[in-house]
Structures are given as C-alpha cells and as structure tokens.
C-alpha cells in the first residue's frame, strides 16, 4: 500500500483539568488533570488524539511523496488507525472520504496555519447567551467583576514631547451619519421591511457598480468596498424574515445583476433555525434580514497561493462589508448588526458549502428598529434613543 501524511498537520499539546470528589477524598485538590497530543488535520471535522509513537511516525512522513506499506508489518499495523482517521492518506482508499477532501484541501492553496485556524474556530450548537451566563459577563459590571480591570479604553504612548493638539472639523451630514450608526439589539417585529429599502441596502453593501473582463475568464467586479486583489469572494446568504414582497426564506444575493435566488436547501428558515444560527442572540434573531457572509476562500487563494496574508485580508473584507451595511442601513433609517458569535457548521450544512473552499465568517443584519430598548445598546450620546423617546 502506498501511503502519505495529509496535507496539512499540526500537533496541539492539550490539558483538560475536571473536577472529581474522590480525588478530594484522597487528599488531592479536585482536580484531576489529562495530558495529551491532539492532530488538527483541517480537511477533518474534529482533532484526533495521538499518542507518543504516532506523532513520531506522522512526523517522518512525508505529505507529498508516497510511502510503501508493507502488509501485516508494525509500521502498517502503527498505520492503521491513522489512516482511518483520515490523518494519513492511502493512495487507492478502500474509504475515499478523507482522501476526497485532503485532495479538495491541497488544491484551495491554503495557508497551513490559517486553514486550521479557520478549520477549528467554527462553532456547532453553541449557545453564546448562556456561556456568558455562566461565566458571569453577561452585563459590563459583571464583566469587571469577574475579569478584573480591562486595559486602558486609549493607549498613551510615551514620546520625546508633549502632544500636538490637532483641530476638529464641523460637524457636517457624514458626521450625523456615523453618528447614529450603532450596533441595534432591537428590532421591531411588527412592521415588515419595504422591498425598495431592503434592495437599496443590498445594492450599496454587496452589489457591483461595473465590471472589468481580462481574457474569456477572469473578471473584476467594482464594489463598494476594497478587496485583497480586487477579487471579493465574500458572498451574501440572505436569511430574509420580514420583507414586503419577498417570501420568508434563504437566499443568495448575485452581486453582479442585483438579483436573489432561492437556495435549494432542506432548511426550513424558522425561529429555530435562525436562533441556532446567532448563537442563540434574541435580540439580532428578531432583524427583517440577516446576512450571512460566506467567502469563496479559493477565489482569493487562486491568486494568493499558501499566502501568509491570504486569511487575513478575507477578513478584512468581512469588516469592510459590515461597516458599510451599517452606513447604508443607518442611512435608509433602519439598524443593522454584525456578530461572529455564530454556528458557523450550522449554517454550512444548511447553504450546501464545500467546507473545504467556502466557509462562513459572520452574520450581519438590519431592519427597522424598535420603538423601545428592551436590550441594552451601546449609545452613550443619546443619538439613536434620546431621540426616540423625544
């Protein structure tokens, strides 16, 4: 048999510590702590625990160049369970799954480290509310108290002088606008969102304004946004609860002719759904849209292959897109948000995404805001409220 180690490994130490009663009796203090080696294979679900003689062997194997294994001898037999576990790659597999994927893996031209970043940072059936229940941060002055004092709200760098005071502009229409961008917990359920307002706001945030063709097959989309490359391979799964002619449901917004189409999933878009979906966030649960931003990581890894940067300016986007859903929304007089305190793998099984190339960084929303705040906000000023109580 011939055999190679899966593209991309990394070895995690790991400690979990539990608390046992017989450990107390024994004159311990409670604790009982596990050791142990973790594999983090990215074209993986989960990590794979490794003991001392895998991790040497998976060490000296190479991911490129294959291995012959010969039958019924200790290296096969040292094989076996690691190429059950997908951490080793037989190049005629009785089971194809594991070799399907790292294949996949090797061809999106992934960072080593930022495909296992992004490979076991996604959540599945976290509630985020109650972990900040239980962990007592729930509310800013739970926060203190169980943190402990947080850094300084504004750094203060020593320099060789004293420092220069800069003037302030007037206030002009950008400066109400960035005003009253703030992050709404409160939306109302009652009135559904306009089918004008709510195009307008896709058109801004995700829609194109012209394009450049180069060859048959590679063409620039011009946004309103900046993307690493010009490439923008963010797209925008609308999860769209209360929109005037626009059945509830599950769509993709193409960019490129300002149109949505229906996502052909099994998911059935209800309270539920969409709860799982925020981490169990009522307060974003309630917006008249929320949308999903899901990058087509191998549209940018084409041009920045194995790229130490590649992830990172992804991301950025994501930030790019956010900002300017909250301006146009803030704009049309609606609230938005954005969260990653998100079940990523939730959302992936539900809009069909090859995990390998595709993935999910954050969900925003918007929609019209409600008359009272229920949940608190963050608007010190008084913009968004003191107004609406006046």
């Not at 031209?109 to 962990?135: I, Q, Y």
């Not at 974003?284 to 084409?302: G, I, K, S």
Request: net charge negative; with cysteine.
């Amino acid at each position: 048999m011939q055999v190679r180690r899966c593209a991309v490994l990394v070895l995690e130490p790991r400690e979990t510590i539990e608390f046992r009663f017989e450990s107390l009796l024994q004159g311990g203090d409670g604790l009982v702590r596990d050791l142990a080696w973790y594999a983090l294979a990215p074209h993986l679900d989960a990590p794979v625990r490794v003991d001392g003689r895998a991790q040497a062997w998976l060490g000296s194997l190479s991911p490129s160049r294959w291995h012959a294994l010969e039958e019924g001898s200790a290296e096969a037999m040292l094989a076996a369970p690691l190429l059950a576990a997908g951490l080793v790659i037989a190049q005629d597999p009785a089971d194809p799954v594991h070799a399907a994927r790292d294949a996949r893996l090797r061809q999106a031209h992934w960072h080593p480290l930022a495909a296992v970043l992004h490979a076991f940072s996604r959540w599945d059936g976290v509630d985020a509310v109650r972990n900040m229940k239980e962990s007592e941060t729930e509310t800013a002055v739970q926060m203190r108290r169980t943190l402990g004092a947080p850094p300084a709200e504004c750094a203060r760098i020593e320099g060789s002088g004293p420092p220069q005071q800069l003037p302030r502009s007037p206030s002009g229409c950008f400066d109400d606008l960035l005003a009253r961008r703030v992050t709404c917990r409160n939306f109302d359920t009652w009135q559904p969102l306009p089918l004008a307002l709510f195009a307008q706001v896709l058109q801004r945030t995700f829609g194109s304004t012209a394009q450049q063709r180069v060859g048959e097959d590679l063409v620039f989309l011009k946004k309103n946004v900046p993307s690493g490359g010009g490439l923008h391979p963010i797209e925008a799964y609308l999860l769209v609860q209360h929109v005037e002619g626009v059945a509830p449901g599950i769509y993709h917004y193409q960019s490129d002719s300002h149109q949505i189409a229906p996502v052909g999933t099994d998911a059935v878009l209800d309270r539920g759904f969409v709860m799982e979906a925020v981490g169990q966030q009522h307060w974003f649960a309630d917006a008249h849209v929320l949308v999903v931003l899901a990058p087509r990581f191998n549209r940018t890894f084409w041009k920045y292959r194995q790229h130490a940067k590649s992830y990172r300016v992804v991301a950025m986007e994501a930030g790019h897109l956010s900002q300017t859903l909250y301006l146009a929304a803030t704009d049309a007089g609606l609230g938005a948000f954005i969260t990653g305190a998100i079940n990523e793998k939730h959302l992936e099984r539900a809009l069909g995404l090859d995990t390998i190339a595709e993935g999910v960084l954050a969900v925003c929303g918007f929609g019209w805001r409600a008359a009272q705040m229920t949940t608190t906000e963050l608007d010190p000023a008084g913009v968004i409220w003191q107004a609406a109580a006046t």
